[in-house]
T-cell receptor
Framework: GEDVEQSLFLSVREGDSSVINCTYT??????LYWYKQEPGAGLQLLTY?????DMKQDQRLTVLLNKKDKHLSLRIADTQTGDSAIYFC???????????FGSGTKLNVKP | DVKVTQSSRYLVKRTGEKVFLECVQD?????MFWYRQDPGLGLRLIYF???????EKGDIPEGYSVSREKKERFSLILESASTNQTSMYLC????????????FGPGTRLTVL
């Protein structure tokens, strides 16, 4: 399968910005996704970006895509304690419905 | 609201037992998926199905089988459970549309003793 890599942990203070990074290998990916998993729950789609876009903003969330470097990032502005969760980056295989997920980044927000 | 439900939140089984994990979705989605989630490894695809009675192996199908007799239901079967199958199992479904969001169930935490 394709490789999607993320760092495992990130710790920030409440009110700061968080930046979660992801690299992927499939250059034909059409959509890239960020999912959030709260403790004891399944994954929930946060946002996605189409591969012909560089940036997408949605309230406190900003997604940046560098297609040349195959690098995706999620910035959360004004991070709150409720943002503490595991964040998964995922890419969708071109023309198929298979997704490849990263290992997840556990975000810890300190008050 | 799309709903994906899984039959159990927690399950404890013994080595060698046959285990059934059930997943049901209520949005008439064509595609359904089974993943296992392990710390540091993220989600790994076990099997997926894009239609009734159709199934495709994912990245780690060994030791598992699946069944999709009805569109809304996708079952994961562990023929003879082993301790290395202790994990969190997540079911997902998607419509196959343009951006193709996957909707996840709450997960089943399976412990094999």
């Amino acid at each position: 399968g394709e490789d999607v890599e993320q760092s495992l942990f990130l710790s920030v203070r409440e009110g700061d910005s968080s930046v979660i990074n992801c690299t992927y290998t499939d250059s034909s990916s059409t959509y890239l996704y960020w999912y959030k998993q709260e403790p004891g729950a399944g994954l929930q789609l946060l946002t996605y970006i189409f591969s012909n876009m560089d940036m997408k903003q949605d309230q406190r969330l900003t997604v940046l895509l560098n297609k040349k470097d195959k690098h995706l990032s999620l910035r959360i502005a004004d991070t709150q304690t409720g943002d503490s969760a595991i964040y998964f980056c995922a890419e969708r295989e071109y023309n198929f419905n298979k997704f490849y997920f990263g290992s997840g980044t556990k975000l810890n927000v300190k008050p | 609201d799309v709903k994906v439900t899984q039959s159990s939140r927690y399950l404890v089984k013994r080595t060698g037992e046959k285990v059934f994990l059930e997943c049901v979705q209520d949005m008439d989605h064509e595609n359904m998926f089974w993943y296992r989630q392990d710390p540091g490894l993220g989600l790994r695809l076990i099997y997926f199905s894009y239609d009734v009675k159709m199934k495709e192996k994912g990245d780690i199908p060994e030791g598992y089988s699946v069944s999709r007799e009805k569109k809304e239901r996708f079952s994961l079967i562990l023929e003879s459970a082993s301790t290395n199958q202790t994990s969190m199992y997540l079911c997902a479904s998607s419509s196959g549309g343009s951006y193709n969001e996957q909707f996840f169930g709450p997960g089943t935490r399976l412990t094999v003793l």
